[in-house]
């Protein structure tokens, strides 16, 4: 069955770029999200790519996909201690309707 | 609403008890999913509905498990005979359609089984 993939940790100071990587084992992905939960919170939907594009930026977002490779990585730029939280990487599968997670990266900002 | 409802937000029960868990998706959308999340992983599916109908049911663990959304807006997760290995966050999500690509989680439930 499908895969999803993530380091589970991550940790950098206020002011540098954090990079989440990921890789994903369905070659007919549709979709590919990135979501942040925050503790005891649900997921908010941070970003997406359609999987014939390799680049979406959004704000201090970036988004780069390597569909050869099934690599699939989020920048954030200027990382702030508030973007401190759990960030899970999800894939579509052939169709649009469910969603297969990663286990999720947690990223700790410190100031 | 403005977002996605679940209700309660926490639910502890004891092993063999009947639970019911309940979402309120957003007004309008007709596509509504049911996810786990235990601790330390990410969320897996359960269920999809589109409107009333279970379009894919396949994320059920075992016929412990079901979900109904009679008149295609609310829906209620229910589990029989609990286990101690229910134990989970309970994510629900809905989106405007099948086809659209943004969905929309609610807080979800936490439910202990003791």
């Known amino acids: 069955g499908e895969d999803v993939e993530q380091s589970l940790f991550l940790s950098v100071r206020e002011g540098d770029s954090s990079v989440i990587n990921c890789t994903y084992t369905?070659?007919?992905?549709?979709?590919l999200y990135w979501y942040k939960q925050e503790p005891g919170a649900g997921l908010q939907l941070l970003t997406y790519?359609?999987?014939?594009?390799d680049m979406k930026q959004d704000q201090r977002l970036t988004v780069l996909l390597n569909k050869k490779d099934k690599h699939l990585s989020l920048r954030i730029a200027d990382t702030q201690t508030g973007d401190s939280a759990i960030y899970f990487c999800?894939?579509?599968?052939?169709?649009?309707?469910?969603?297969?997670f990663g286990k999720g990266t947690m990223l700790l900002v410190s100031p | 609403g403005a977002g996605v409802s679940q209700t309660p937000s926490n639910k502890v029960t004891e092993k063999g008890k009947y639970v019911e868990l309940r979402c309120d998706p957003i007004?309008?959308?007709?596509?509504l999913y049911w996810y786990r999340q235990s601790l330390g992983q990410g969320p897996e599916f359960l269920i999809y509905?589109?409107?009333?109908?279970?379009?894919?049911d396949s994320g059920l663990p075992n016929d412990r498990f079901f979900a109904v959304r009679p008149e295609g807006s609310v829906s209620t997760l229910k589990i029989q005979r609990t286990e101690r290995g229910d134990s989970a966050m309970y994510l629900c999500?809905?989106?405007?359609?099948?086809?659209?690509?943004?969905?929309?989680f609610g807080q979800g439930t936490r439910l202990t089984v003791v």
């Open positions: 369905d070659s007919s992905s549709t979709y």
């Open positions: 509905f589109q409107g009333t109908g279970a379009a894919d």
């Open positions: 999500a809905s989106s405007p359609g099948p086809t659209n690509t943004e969905a929309f």
């Open positions: 999800a894939e579509s599968g052939s169709g649009y309707s469910t969603l297969t």
């Open positions: 790519i359609f999987s014939n594009m």
């Open positions: 007004s309008g959308h007709t596509a």
